[in-house]
């Protein structure tokens, strides 16, 4: 059986996360041929590569909208689909969800002899809750739906993303909830962990809090920073491990603040969850969030809490004991964000911590 998986960024998020698992679960011995086919040269790619998984590189795939790249991806998808011929289309993200699901609608159309392949979409979030101006949600919402409607069977990783959307016109029996997962994790021990983070080794502050995630506009980074900035009389630090197209901007905010000492920006780190117990509290203040896998990992390795409804926070706990309570969590207080909400506090992580197994 043929396995074309087609993601629009090769940079390593969630998304990209998502398709490495499938994608190296499915190996030629049990009968499976697998290709990967995304845009950029990141580090999903490499990943993928050493795991001997062919990669197909769309140089016009991207997420940004531009209209001729994305005519040329989008050709370019219908061409790879001629040529591999594939059995099942995995799409994945918002972008090559759309293009993808149109290239295989009118690839069945043109080859009558591919009309069985199926076509399943992942939903990793819908891009109308990204804040955008309301005619740009409208269209995005659209074109998703659209996305549902090609698609033979559409999985959504949390209720929530299902709840959002289960109204829509002729996709009753087309959406599936099938949450992420994480495997059995192991992690350094606090001291052992404390050594890669020079900042926070000889700090004088009390409270070490870590977020992981790529540096990305809808990570609620710079919410978090502008929060830290009204919390000068506590004794905190705030670590972000990881990389992303806002570093330089979260660098100017840092600066901006005054804040040197307190934040830092640490980079990538390969399996940066390793390192968590080397922090006190992992914040997520993503401003719009599917089924974190950093959640999940956070939950096996310290203590979480969300200061937003990041729609997928009630299914991390959820996933692994259906009625264990949540308790609202107060967290990092600035104007005009609502700070008590359903967030994921210490009664919580025994749930996270025994009840979210890895799933393929």
Known sequence: ???????????????????????????????????????????????????????????????????????????????????????????????????????????????????????????????????????????????????????????????????????????????AVIHNGVPELSFFPRDAAITHFPNIRHTTYDIQIVTIAELHKNKGLDAAIEALSLMLDKNVTYTIIGEGEEREKLEMLIKWYELGDRIFLAGHMSEAYKYLKAFDLFLLPSRTEALSYTLLEAGRGCRPRSPHHAPGAPDAAQCGRDQNPFHAAASMQRPGIHTQSCGLCSPCAPVLSGGCHHST
């Open 1 to 175: 059986m043929k396995i074309l998986y087609i993601i629009t960024k090769s940079n390593w998020g969630g998304a990209q996360r998502y398709v490495y698992d499938l994608a190296t679960h499915f190996s030629r011995e049990d009968g499976y041929e697998v290709a990967v086919a995304l845009g950029g040269d990141g580090a999903l790619r490499q990943k993928l590569e050493e795991k001997g998984v062919r990669v197909i590189q769309i140089q016009a795939l991207e997420r940004d909208i531009k209209i001729t790249n994305d005519i040329r991806a989008f050709f370019a998808l219908l061409n790879l689909l001629r040529e591999e011929t594939p059995d099942i289309v995995h799409l994945n993200s918002s972008k090559s969800g759309f293009l993808g699901a149109l290239a295989c609608f009118l690839y069945k159309r043109q080859e009558t002899r591919d009309k069985r392949q199926e076509i399943v979409f992942t939903v990793h979030g819908w891009a109308f809750n990204e804040k955008r101006p309301w005619w740009q949600r409208v269209v995005l919402a659209l074109l998703q739906w659209k996305t549902v409607l090609l698609s033979d069977r559409t999985i959504v990783v949390s209720h929530t993303l299902k709840a959002q959307v289960w109204w829509w016109p002729f996709v009753q029996g087309k959406l």
